[in-house]
Nanobody, 125 residues
């Protein structure tokens, strides 16, 4: 059974930084495409960043240049470094994993079979 456990969320002032972690278990981590999504209050969940098996990365325009996704296959962990945070980045952040040969694009929620429980990020102004 695949489990994804996020950590690293918290309260930070605008302009600050956080690093989110997502520890995966239950499948061969290196074979997974990993994504980060977020959901703000009253809004739909949206794509933030994704990283493929070979390490290629993809970002939402709203976070490009501020957030960095990375993976450590030896630790079965994917990270999301959040820099220059803005109040509009406030949301619950979710980690997601795809271990299939999905035809969906990396930013599509439908691609991902497994989801974590989420970690809250709150950015104060």
């Amino acid at each position: 059974q695949v489990q994804l456990v996020e950590s690293g969320g918290g309260l930070v002032q605008a302009g600050g930084s956080l690093r989110l972690s997502c520890a995966a278990s239950g499948r061969t981590f290196s074979s997974g495409v990993m994504g980060w999504f977020r959901q703000a209050p009253g809004k739909e969940r949206e794509f933030v960043a994704g990283i493929g098996r070979s390490g290629y990365t993809y970002y939402a325009d709203s976070v490009k240049g501020r957030f960095t996704i990375s993976r450590d296959n030896a630790k079965n962990t994917v990270y999301l470094q959040l820099n220059s945070l803005k109040p509009e980045d406030t949301a619950v952040y979710y980690c997601a994993a795809d271990y299939s040969n999905s035809v969906w694009s990396i930013q599509a929620q439908a691609r991902y079979e497994y989801w974590g429980q989420g970690t809250q990020v709150t950015v104060s102004s």
